[in-house]
């Protein structure tokens, strides 16, 4: 408990950190999102983004992780958060492959792109985080046997019931005759 006090602000720090530049000084991060941008928009067959419409979603998208991260670190939703960073980052660490570019510019896109899978991966470990409860695997187990022993107690109950009227049964017939 006392470690994820901990761990989980300084999980949230460096997305917090990303979110808050990302919606102040949306202008740095614009080149990247055109270039993600652009490789989408020739996938999906629409019109690009224009910068004011690229500027727009840096910010929103800086916002929603700013704010993911607040509620990670501040123990609010924790694993929601986490899996809201992950999916949040995920395009980052697209927009950021190096597999297209070259030279020094492939060696800042690799160090990019390694930082956000690393970011991914934490974030999707802080979200499946069950904080020391049993996961819903061992929940059902027990559900199943709980209900395995409830069936069967029931049925020596019936059993031990249906052999008394058996036994009564055989000792009027037994008066009878």
Do not use: C, W
């Not at 690009?48 to 939703?77: F, I, W």
């Not at 061992?138 to 709980?146: E, L, N, W």
Request: glycine share 6%; hydrophobic share 50%.
């Amino acid at each position: 408990m006392l470690l994820r006090r901990i761990a989980r602000p300084l999980l949230a720090a460096p997305f917090v950190y990303d979110g808050i530049q990302a919606a102040l000084h949306p202008a740095e991060h614009v080149d990247t999102a055109r270039e993600a941008s652009m490789l989408v928009t020739r996938t999906v067959g629409t019109p690009s983004l224009s910068d004011r419409q690229l500027g727009l979603l840096v910010r929103a998208h800086g916002a929603a992780t700013a704010v993911a991260g607040l509620l990670l670190a501040l123990g609010r939703t924790p694993r929601t958060a986490a899996l809201a960073l992950a999916a949040l980052t995920a395009p980052l660490a697209v927009a950021h492959q190096p597999f297209t570019s070259k030279g020094a510019e492939r060696n800042e896109r690799t160090a990019a792109f390694v930082k956000d899978l690393g970011k991914v991966g934490a974030a999707v470990i802080a979200g499946i985080d069950l904080e020391g409860r049993p996961g819903v695997t061992y929940r059902v187990q027990q559900a199943r046997d709980h209900a395995a022993d409830l069936a069967e107690a029931k049925a020596k109950t019936i059993k031990a019931t249906t052999k008394a009227e058996a036994a009564a049964v055989r000792a009027k017939v037994a008066k009878i005759v």
